[in-house]
């Protein structure tokens, strides 16, 4: 499986126990945002998690205004 740098830190990240969000806006807008256990919360690229989801390795609780992703079982 290909990952890019991006991808691959988003997902050991969350197996180390951060939280990845999809912060939404009333207009619509969405950002995602890394929360880790420690430290600064980070925004990350749409377009990386975007290709996690495609890939089926994250999925979605689908909530607003915050969606909050988690680890799938799925290997490619």
Same mark, same amino acid.
């Given at each position: 499986?290909? %990952? @890019? ?10 197996? @180390?126990?951060? $939280? ?5 806006? %009333? @207009?619509?807008?969405? $950002?995602? *945002? %890394?929360? #880790?256990?420690?430290? #600064?919360?980070?925004? *990350?690229?749409?377009?990386?998690? @975007?290709? %996690? ?12 205004? /915050? /969606? ?9």
């Amino acid at each position: 499986m290909n %990952l @890019d740098a991006e991808q691959q830190r988003i997902l050991n990240a969350m197996r @180390d126990g951060a $939280t990845l969000k999809a912060h939404r806006t %009333l @207009d619509g807008a969405k $950002t995602h *945002v %890394l929360h #880790p256990l420690a430290g #600064p919360p980070e925004t *990350v690229s749409s377009v990386a998690v @975007d290709a %996690l989801k495609r890939r089926g390795l994250i999925a979605s609780n689908m909530k607003f205004p /915050a /969606a909050v992703y988690r680890l799938t079982t799925s290997s490619e």
